[in-house]
């Protein structure tokens, strides 16, 4: 075996030299492993949803040219990292070996079935062979290896829940697990985008978190899509607004909450420009979590010193302690929830 | 008089509807006032440095062609709202008129002398004359008007401060403020560009909050710069490293706090991809406060999120309550900080 690696797995790095795996352009992807790292033979990839739709629109669907392109990004940078959207994805795979110098640090043997819940696009990757591309939900069966590195980060797959399930709730962990952190009972709750993967998950962490004291507010463009979350249960108010509209959602919430405001604003959009309408939805001391990946900085930070907010704008870090965990216990304690992501989503 | 408008200046939004005065492509500069509105006589507008430093390179340094793109910009948008960095500035000016509505709401009176403290990417403005242009530092004087909405917010220039000293500092007062209200005493404190100008005062608040039992990291990337403040005592270490590399920077903060690494970061560069950095500079539970606009929100989460980091990261609001106090009261109680600020941009 190899001598120990960098835990980040800069060691792995081709070029350019001095940053992390995440943003290089080029990886070291021989397989071959380094004292703390863990081999993985890779079943299934999810590939990012933004990553997989161009992928598709340049093979102009040919599952053919889909695969041409697939190995290609791997065979030119060691990972699976879409040049052009600059996402990645997640894998499904079997710990097939484990290094010396991770003896006793880590839980994992081999055999153990994962998911990594560290990006595509920071993963040392090989694909052998491609055998089933399942397009409507951006999963790939592959023959294949990848590497994780010492503070990668991965859930051993439970046995109670279906594997595509359990890829499709680990996509979005991130946020219900940060609002499960950021709400306090007695706190009104708005979500942004509520129907949606991520956002019903928020929505449940939400009002379990704010209580009976609480409120909860689900918002979503279109009414079909409020309407067909209803007999869930989520949320204790549904509000239709398009958010792209600052002061349509300002008002939306203003009538919602009787002119009080949010006192936390989950945004779990999938557009761009919805930074003003999260800001005018909350309270001045209130807190602002931005999930979604669209979210502009500039226009984050200027759109509340613009308006004299002094409003706490959190970025949307994908991980916090215990995600998975928190996320999957989801599909266990809420029956409903877990038929309606069945039906969407596995 | 006319009636009363939206407190956040909708009502002048000419397109597109529905978005606010800063991110519109053009608003109504006609200068007869709302009943919730402040006319202002402008004296000069200290406009942003990326805009500054793009008019001037369009304009090949030609006075006369400065001019024309200002009063161009101003024209077609009804505010300084540069089209290509999309950033403003603010401005100084007198109070000249209030608003019936705001009888009563305001301490303002006509005559106060104030600079603004909301961008002049979304401040009605009309230039009639332009004076004179102080190319090195950014400021432009000129004759003319400006309107302050309701939510607009401001500072009253102080009697014992000069005019530009205080403009430069308020120009950045958000970082200090934050600074202020983030670090606790016993914290280990890194600052990232530590010798500028938002810097400098961050890691004089850092130094007073953190408390003896504290430690502040002043990190800058030339070794000039660095002992071109070490007189000013301002921080308990020194670290020379380039920030744009994440193993350096995390090394070199590695040493300097023994392994334990900081608490808080404070990013004030102002140059892209020191993401990683931050959040390898700091503890697994520590807070990184983005001031820097050149940061990137994907970078950001993404890079957290790939290394397993519970990192808080938070979108650096240039706005916090007591900002602008907070950051002249920096002038008062430095004698050293002040001759510094004086030196270089007065
Ligand atoms: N590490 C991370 O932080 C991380 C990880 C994974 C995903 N993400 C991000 O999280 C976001 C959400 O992911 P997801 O899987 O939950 O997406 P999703 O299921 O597609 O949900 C997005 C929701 O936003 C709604 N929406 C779109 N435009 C809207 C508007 N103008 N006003 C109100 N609602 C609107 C959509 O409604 P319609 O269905 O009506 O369009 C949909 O319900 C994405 O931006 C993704 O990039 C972040
Ligand atoms: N509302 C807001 O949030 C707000 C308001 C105002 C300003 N800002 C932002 O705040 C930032 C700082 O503003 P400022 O006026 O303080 O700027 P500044 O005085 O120019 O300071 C920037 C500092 O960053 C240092 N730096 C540059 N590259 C570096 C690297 N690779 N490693 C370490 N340090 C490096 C510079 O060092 P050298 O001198 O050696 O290059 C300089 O000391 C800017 O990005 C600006 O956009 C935000």
Chains 1, 2 share one sequence.
Do not use: W
């Not at 978190?209 to 979503?220: E, L, Q």
């Not at 309270?283 to 004299?308: Q, R, V």
């Amino acid at each position: 075996m190899k001598k120990m690696g960098c835990p980040y797995g800069t060691h792995r790095v081709i070029e350019p030299k001095g940053v992390l795996p995440q943003p290089a352009q080029k990886i070291d992807n021989s397989m071959e492993i380094y004292d703390n790292e863990i081999l993985l033979d890779v079943q299934t990839l999810n590939v990012d949803s933004a990553s997989f739709t161009q992928i598709k629109e340049q093979a102009g669907g040919d599952l053919d040219k889909i695969k041409e392109i697939m190995t290609g990004i791997v065979s030119e940078r060691g990972k699976h990292h879409n040049p052009v959207t600059g996402s990645g994805g997640m894998l499904i795979g079997t710990v097939a070996k484990i290094g010396e110098g991770l003896k006793g640090k880590t839980d994992l043997k081999v055999g153990d079935k994962l998911a990594t819940l560290v990006s595509l696009s920071l993963t040392p990757l090989v694909i052998e062979e491609i055998n089933e591309i399942r397009k409507d939900i951006d999963q790939v069966d592959i023959k294949g290896q990848a590497i994780l590195f010492e503070s990668g980060i991965y859930a051993v797959l439970p046995d109670d829940i279906a594997e595509n399930l359990a890829l499709s709730v680990l996509d979005v962990a991130g946020a219900p697990a940060q609002t499960a952190k950021l709400v306090k009972p007695g706190d009104t709750v708005v979500v942004i985008g509520g129907y949606g993967k991520s956002g019903m998950l928020c929505l449940y962490e939400a009002k379990k978190r704010a209580g009976v004291t609480g409120k909860v507010i689900c918002v979503g463009r279109r009414k079909e899509g409020i309407d067909g979350i209803r007999d869930l249960d989520l949320a204790d108010e549904y509000v239709v607004a398009n958010s792209t509209n600052a002061v349509e959602l300002m008002e939306a919430v203003k009538e919602a909450t009787n002119g009080e405001m949010a006192d936390v604003v989950i945004n779990c959009v999938n557009i761009p420009n919805t930074e003003m309408g999260s800001i005018l939805a909350a309270k001045d001391t209130g807190l602002i979590y931005f999930f979604s990946m669209a979210t502009s900085f500039t226009k984050a930070a200027l759109g509340a010193e613009g308006i004299g907010r002094d409003t706490t704008m959190l970025i949307g870090n994908g991980y916090t302690k215990g995600h998975a965990e928190i996320s999957l216990q989801i599909m266990r304690e809420s029956e409903a929830l877990r038929k309606k992501f069945e039906e969407l989503y596995a």
